[in-house]
């Protein structure tokens, strides 16, 4: 009885785990391509290398993954149908990532998010325990910190920031990413290493070759 007791006082004191959503960022031009047009459309392992994204972030603790599209719109939602994600246009997206940064957070906002995960959708190392990692960094903490990943003591990516900072995010305009909202902020950043993962991304055709992939026009 005494037992049954103590587990009801924990129990109504326990405090409820933070909704982190993951932003899958795919609006960008993939402007150093070439000729090969989206480099999220190439194919890694039989898989568009988007949808292989989205595959990590949803298979992560996660609690939803909202998709930012922009360039080849069309196609990229197309090869992500039948997954459990959320599209959001961008129709700003030429201006630069910090548009669909913006995009991205509003309307995880609406949903009542905690916290963002920002995963770019061109990093083909990274894993579901990956985000894992950095998921259960952020929920030990009091939910005011940066967390963010490195790579050989490198800092790189993702990055997932609080809702402290949701606001000054959806300001952000042009080509610019959220460092300098992190560095505004003054906020504790928890590094957590995770590999090389962290620092690989493919943004020329024989970057995705030396990754693995298969390029598609």
Request: glycine share 12%; with cysteine.
């Amino acid at each position: 009885m005494v037992s049954g007791g103590d587990h009801g006082q924990r129990s109504e004191k326990s405090i409820p785990s933070p909704h982190v959503f993951v932003v899958l960022l795919a609006a960008g031009l993939s402007n150093r391509m070439g000729t090969y047009g989206s480099k999220l459309l190439a194919d890694f392992d039989g898989t568009a290398l988007v949808r292989r994204s989205a595959h990590v972030a949803l298979g992560s603790t996660a609690d939803a993954v909202v998709v930012v599209t922009g360039h080849r719109r069309l196609q990229i939602e197309a090869v992500l149908d039948g997954l459990k994600v959320e599209c959001v246009e961008n129709p700003l997206y030429e201006s630069g990532m910090g548009t669909s940064l913006a995009a991205g957070v509003s309307r995880c906002r609406d949903r009542g998010a905690d916290a963002i995960l920002i995963m770019l959708a061109d990093m083909p190392g990274l894993t579901s325990g990956d985000l894992d990692q950095l998921i259960a960094a952020f929920r030990s903490t009091n939910g005011d910190v940066v967390v963010r990943a490195m790579g050989a003591g490198k800092p790189g990516n993702p990055v997932l920031l609080p809702k402290t900072l949701f606001e000054a995010v959806e300001q952000l305009e042009g080509d610019v990413g959220a460092r300098q909202v992190i560095e505004a902020s003054g906020l504790p950043v928890v590094y957590v290493e995770i590999g090389q993962a962290a620092l690989l991304d493919v943004d020329t055709p024989e970057a995705v070759r030396a990754a693995g992939g298969t390029l598609n026009a």
